[in-house]
């Protein structure tokens, strides 16, 4: 028995040594045992009425899976566009506008604001994916693979928001599709045609263009036609109302490069005309207006009409500086500009209306107090250096003031008599200076009348003529008589001139 038993021990110790010898590791009872449930649930799952279904494994799902792995970012050059070679990458842009910022007239130029969309198809970046339709990333991997080099012609200043990072998206579908997008603020220039200022229309536009890639490379076309581009009901501007937004492809050629695709987004503003009607139309009439109440103030009041004239000269100067502070200084004439010269030159003439007029009158009065300093009235044939200016207010009352004198006759051969005419005038105030000057003439030429008279030895004549005299001087307490004498006389006057005068 002893026998048997050794026997089998060497038989096990020898079938261990030449499972070591071949390379082979010896099994744990738990390790078969866990083979065998396993076998024996793929069994199972393989089973027509099993409820197990076995999932091929997502490698997009995969934890220790990279994106340039999957993308299999390495094994392709993407400094090439797709297709290298072959025919033009066709490349879709669709807009949506944000806002439309500022529009300059000094500057003639706008700022909007945009999210701007490309669509494309790279085969490079196809992937397998059952569940997964797309994958998105950030701007990160936009400098890893091939995109299109779009730039805005005419623009003066853009930029891509990075607020809290950078606003650019990258969507990449398994077939190889890409989506672009990125959020811009661009200036851009708009030439305007301002000669119906305030009551122009403008048309601006943005222009999007390949930088490097000909038409022969890259076809870039609106995707949706007009529908491309999408607006905000809300956007609005102060002076403008915008009417319309559409779009537009057209080619661009260089003489050193060649042609290409170049995209329009065209929009029309009309500028509201209510800001212009308060700010400079109304003041501007208004300003015409003041100007012509000068005409109803008397010439005479001076220190009234030069500030007046003055003020408004200077007020239609003002309104016309700020007016062109907020304009280009452009060649041509603007409407605004038509409307606020006229209203100057009906300000100016008004002040030149009231020089001239006030010149011709003083003209006209010093001509006047000539005439009066050199008329005289009829003296009987008598010659004196002065002359008195007559009056053409005599009416019968003043007539019958004066005393009609006589004078016997010479030698009997005719009566002669004398008619003094004393014309009170009633004028009163700022004339009186001048009328008493007037009236010291017609009182030296009466005083010679009456010594005349009693030359001749007609005592009642005299005294007639001298209480004609004394009433004239002594109604009103004022020296504000005419100035105008007649005197009748006969043809005998000459001698009594001759012997008493001569």
């Known amino acids: 028995m002893h026998a048997d038993v050794c026997f089998l021990l060497c038989a096990c110790f020898f079938s261990t040594g030449a499972l070591q010898l071949?390379?082979?590791?010896?099994?744990?009872?738990?390790?078969?045992?866990?083979?065998?449930e396993t076998a024996r649930t793929e069994r199972e799952a393989h089973k027509p009425g099993s409820t197990l279904l076995m999932r091929s494994p997502d490698v997009t799902k995969a934890p220790v899976t990279k994106s340039e792995q999957l993308l299999k970012l390495d094994d392709h050059d993407f400094t090439m566009r797709p297709g290298f070679g072959g025919?033009?990458?066709p490349v879709g842009v669709d807009v949506q506008l944000e806002s439309l910022d500022t529009i300059s007239e000094v500057d003639m130029d706008f700022t909007m604001t945009l999210y701007l969309r490309h669509y494309w198809k790279d085969e490079r970046l196809s992937f397998p994916s059952n569940t997964n339709q797309s994958m998105t990333f950030d701007g990160r991997l936009v400098k890893k693979i091939w995109v299109p080099d779009i730039f805005f012609v005419h623009s003066k200043r853009s930029f891509i928001h990075d607020t809290t990072t950078e606003n650019v998206m990258l969507r990449v579908h398994p077939d190889?599709?890409?989506?672009?997008?990125?959020?811009?603020?661009v200036t851009a220039m708009c030439n305007m045609d301002l000669s119906h200022f305030p009551l122009d229309t403008q048309t601006c536009s943005l222009e999007i263009e390949s930088y490097a890639y000909t038409d022969d490379d890259l076809m870039l076309y609106w995707k949706r036609g007009n529908k491309s581009l999408q607006t905000d009901e809300k956007i609005s501007l102060s002076q403008f109302l915008i009417q319309e937004f559409h779009t537009t492809t057209k080619l661009a050629f260089y003489s050193s490069t060649g042609w290409y695709n170049r995209l329009y987004i065209n929009f029309t503003l009309r500028r509201h005309i209510f800001f212009f009607l308060l700010q400079t139309y109304f003041p501007a009439t208004l300003?015409?207006?003041?100007?012509?109440v000068s005409f109803w103030i008397d010439r005479r009041a001076v220190p009234a009409r030069v500030p007046l004239g003055i003020t408004t000269v200077l007020t239609m100067s003002t309104i016309i500086t700020g007016v062109n502070a907020s304009m280009p200084r452009v060649s041509y004439i603007k409407a605004v500009d038509i409307y606020l010269w006229v209203s100057f030159v009906f300000v100016f003439l008004s002040v030149i209306e009231y020089a001239a007029v006030n010149y011709l009158s003083t003209l006209q009065e010093r001509k006047e107090r000539t005439q009066s300093n050199r008329q005289l009235p009829c003296t009987c044939g008598m010659t004196h250096p002065g002359q008195m200016m007559m009056s053409n207010s005599y009416s019968d009352m003043d007539m019958m003031t004066t005393g009609n004198y006589g004078m016997s006759e010479l030698n009997g051969d005719k009566q002669e008599q004398f008619l003094v005419h004393?014309?009170?005038?009633?004028?009163?105030?700022?004339?009186?200076?001048?009328?008493?000057k007037r009236n010291f003439a017609s009182i030296s030429v009466c005083l010679k009348i009456g010594i005349l008279a009693l030359a001749q030895g007609s005592a009642w004549t005299f005294n007639k003529w001298l209480g004609g005299l004394g009433r004239t001087l002594g109604e009103g307490g004022s020296l504000n008589f005419a100035p105008a004498l007649s005197v009748v006389c006969s043809s005998r006057l000459e001698l009594w001139k001759d012997g008493l005068l001569g």
Request: contains cysteine.
């Open 22 to 36: 071949r390379g082979q590791v010896p099994q744990t009872c738990s390790q078969t045992r866990s083979k065998r």
């Open 287 to 292: 300003m015409v207006m003041l100007s012509w």
């Open 87 to 89: 025919p033009a990458i």
């Open 176 to 185: 190889g599709k890409v989506l672009y997008s990125l959020r811009v603020t």
């Open 422 to 436: 004393l014309v009170l005038d009633n004028e009163q105030g700022a004339q009186r200076p001048a009328i008493i």
